[in-house]
């Protein structure tokens, strides 16, 4: 998807191709017996983690909030959207979807960031995160798929993971290969209260919380201020 590899699935075993996209896994072990839960993913990409966890869930309603048609078709074409009974496509922007449904989730997943490239400023700021916070039900969780590096003292990550922190009560962060990895994917985890999180799930050891980390003091994003291109400018000179 302009030029970046945005996702993929085995199509022997139907298994997603790449270690963050294990993160879906959260979702049922998270949600344990709520089987009739109700999913949004911000960001279609290969549809690969919300056909996983249609597959997985079968009563559950899983929700997509996908501008480009165009992903939406290949999604359907090759990795099987079309074939999850539960899964539907809202044709709309992710924040949108989240204003249009306050209270109605049990859980979100957001994977709108192309990268480190393409990172829509409008779903990085504490005002959406507050309001992903506001379409949750109550113990419900947010799932955020970022790339940064876990042992940077200020940039993107310190950044998005305190904005995060100051739209919600309890957060955790999950490098995907641990710390002194460099850039890599990130998985930040918050609730609008605290969670256990699944130690086998997803391949993710415990969380680290925000206070644990090297940041200094971040820089929160706002509406009226995110400067996202020059903070993620430094993974990319």
Request: charge should be neutral.
């Amino acid at each position: 998807l302009d030029s970046t590899q945005e996702g993929g699935v085995y199509p022997e075993t139907g298994e997603v191709a790449y270690d963050y996209m294990r993160a879906w896994r959260l979702l049922p072990e998270l949600l344990g017996t709520r089987a009739e839960a109700r999913l949004l993913f911000v960001g279609g990409g290969a549809y690969a983690m919300p056909v996983a966890a249609a597959r997985a869930m079968p009563q559950a309603r899983v929700e997509v909030a996908e501008l480009a048609p165009a992903v939406t078709a290949a999604a359907g074409r090759f990795f099987g959207a079309g074939e999850a009974p539960n899964l539907k496509t809202l044709p709309m922007d992710g924040r949108r979807a989240v204003r249009s449904a306050p209270g109605a989730y049990d859980g979100i997943f957001l994977d709108a960031y192309q990268g480190l490239y393409a990172i829509p400023f409008h779903l990085a700021t504490r005002e959406f995160f507050e309001e992903v916070r506001a379409a949750l039900k109550p113990g419900g969780f947010a799932a955020l798929n970022l790339i940064g590096d876990p042992a940077e003292r200020e940039g993107f990550f310190c950044s998005a993971v305190a904005t995060h922190a100051a739209a919600f009560p309890w957060v955790r962060v999950h490098p995907v290969y641990g710390m002194g990895r460099g850039p890599q994917n990130v998985v930040v985890l918050a609730s609008t209260k605290p969670q256990r999180t699944p130690p086998a799930a997803a391949g993710l050891g415990p969380g680290l919380e925000p206070s644990a980390l090297y940041c200094r003091a971040a820089a929160l994003l706002t509406d009226d201020h995110a400067p996202v291109e020059s903070l993620v400018g430094r993974y990319i000179r």
